[in-house]
């Protein structure tokens, strides 16, 4: 049985919070094997994914900060990987929502991280996998039988002390798992 390795990254924030993708992704995404890259959106700027698809190929959704144009970037993507229905959304739930969300944080405070993890699992109801952004905090739980993972951001985190993360996605055969990879 073969592993498949996917690099899960999210939240570049390329040029708007940071110059350049941090020094130390695309090699550990090289030295990782991954043969293919989710970026779960805040792209910032398309050669983002460009200098991503020198490792492997990458599927993108659009984010709350990516404000150039591109229909290759849906709000949403399902996509199979080893047999593995994956899902794969920034989590922001479009303009809309995204805007509520900011009034209630203005209003009620911070919100639990696990509030975005069940609105990207409502988002997608039908994967087995699905990966998120938006919070910039990295995570991987269960909300009943999907594996839901936050590769947190691989620009700047949310907590104050915490380093940038990307993630990794490892399915073989119908098992899968997920871990992530703090960038030193």
Request: with cysteine; net charge positive.
């Amino acid at each position: 049985m073969t592993r498949l390795t996917l690099g899960l990254v999210a939240d570049t924030h390329v040029p708007d919070r940071r110059r350049r993708l941090h020094p130390a992704l695309l090699p550990a995404l090289r030295a990782a094997g991954v043969s293919q890259i989710l970026h779960a959106g805040d792209i910032s700027r398309p050669r983002v994914l460009a200098e991503l698809a020198q490792v492997a190929p990458v599927l993108a959704v659009r984010g709350n900060r990516d404000w150039f144009r591109s229909d290759d970037l849906p709000l949403t993507r399902f996509l199979s990987a080893g047999g593995v229905r994956v899902g794969l959304t920034h989590g922001h739930g479009g303009w809309r929502v995204y805007l509520a969300d900011r009034l209630r944080y203005l209003v009620m405070g911070p919100q639990s991280f696990e509030f975005f993890a069940e609105r990207a699992v409502a988002m997608l109801p039908d994967a087995q996998v699905v990966i998120f952004g938006h919070s910039h905090e990295p995570m991987i739980t269960r909300i009943g039988d999907c594996l839901v993972i936050n590769p947190g951001s691989a620009c700047c985190q949310a907590l104050p002390g915490q380093g940038p993360t990307f993630a990794l996605l490892h399915i073989e055969g119908k098992t899968f798992e997920a871990e992530i990879v703090e960038l030193v």
